[in-house]
């Protein structure tokens, strides 16, 4: 198994990366067990709502692909985090009311904050992930 054969360091970020998307498919679950899929209480349009839902069944995917196919993995998380803080930033922004207090927007919207960090630490570690993942891989 190519994980096992690579360094503790990348070992590390690929799991934080992993317990990381399982957090985001958590979120998402407890969302539909309390309000159904697709729900009408997201008051967001259809593709928001289908895309929001369908991170349940992608990000556990992701962080399984971290794990079993690492140099998968790295790329799914990573374009699932653009994709996903790209979006949500949309709908926040479209939130903020000129002259409010933008310190108050930001705890408002503290999960987009947490996404926003998280897509910083899979960029800063993307290419010593990949590069780790070619090193091993081309050992086997």
């Known amino acids: 198994m190519l994980f096992a054969k690579l360094h503790i ?28 899929f697709l729900s009408e209480n997201y008051n967001a349009p259809f593709f928001t709502r289908f895309f929001w839902d369908s991170l349940t069944f992608i990000d556990p995917i992701a962080a399984i692909l971290l794990i079993i196919k690492p140099k998968t993995g790295i790329w799914l998380t990573f374009i699932i985090i653009i994709i996903d803080v790209f979006h949500n930033f949309i709908l926040c922004f479209r939130s903020i009311i000129p002259n409010s207090n933008f310190s108050y927007w930001i705890v408002g ?11 910083l630490f899979v960029s800063v570690t993307f290419k010593s992930n990949l590069k780790e993942v070619k090193i091993r891989s081309a050992e086997s």
């Open 9 to 36: 360091k990348i070992k590390t970020i690929l799991i934080m990366q992993s317990i990381a998307m399982l957090s985001g498919m958590t979120t998402h679950l407890i969302w539909i067990i309390n309000n159904g």
């Open 109 to 119: 919207n503290w999960m987009l904050m947490c996404q926003i960090f998280f897509l």
